[in-house]
């Protein structure tokens, strides 16, 4: 996460300037973090992704959205724009400006060096506090390598796909993924080494 842009505000308040602000941030704990851009690798990963699972999810009824719809973590009070979100069914927010959504279904974060160990660590603890949240998605950008946990009675099985034959398989929303598809036109700078 960024370093704060102005501490102590109230999520009314970050909502007031987010809304008329011309760049996105993320609100916890009365704090305001400003998103940085995104990589022309990230940009195509994530057009890749979205436009695969609209075409899929067509005649259903699932939205799939890119970066700029806001999810509320209602338990912790984390304001945060998810790279990729889909839901199914009913779609639940926080009041009637329909920007703050309270019930995904599926995220998945595009990796950046900046954004891996959040989007890994405290971002994910935030997200597995969504009760709606059944698959959360991790893609490298540098690497064909996509990590999967999806959620189970007795907590999140954990799936590692890689290579150019690799699929991604999204039970939640039925949706496969070849990882030939998702990095199309992206260009990992180099491959993936085990150590």
């Not at 719809?69 to 009637?96: K, Q, W």
């Not at 660590?121 to 390598?145: C, M, N, P, W």
């Not at 999967?148 to 949706?175: E, N, S, V």
């Amino acid at each position: 996460m960024a370093q704060p842009i102005k501490s102590k505000l109230n999520p009314a308040e970050y909502l007031a300037l987010e809304r008329k602000a011309e760049r996105r941030s993320e609100y916890y704990d009365g704090e305001v973090f400003l998103l940085a851009g995104a990589s022309r690798e990230h940009n195509r990963i994530s057009t890749n992704i979205t436009s695969q699972l609209d075409r899929q999810l067509e005649g259903r009824d699932c939205d799939v959205y890119a970066s700029d719809l806001r999810v509320l973590v209602a338990p912790t009070g984390l304001y945060t724009y998810p790279d990729i979100t889909v839901t199914c069914g009913t779609e639940l927010f926080a009041d009637d400006r329909n920007d703050v959504l309270l019930n995904p279904l599926l995220i998945i974060e595009i990796l950046s060096s900046s954004t891996e160990a959040y989007d890994r660590g405290r971002k994910f603890q935030h997200y597995q506090q969504i009760e709606s949240l059944a698959e959360y998605v991790l893609v490298t950008q540098d690497a064909r390598r996509v990590e999967q946990y999806r959620k189970q009675a007795t907590g999140w099985l954990y799936t590692d796909i890689r290579g150019a034959d690799g699929i991604l398989d999204l039970p939640t929303i039925g949706c496969r993924l070849q990882l030939t598809d998702i990095y199309r036109r992206a260009e990992p700078r180099e491959p993936l080494r085990l150590r």
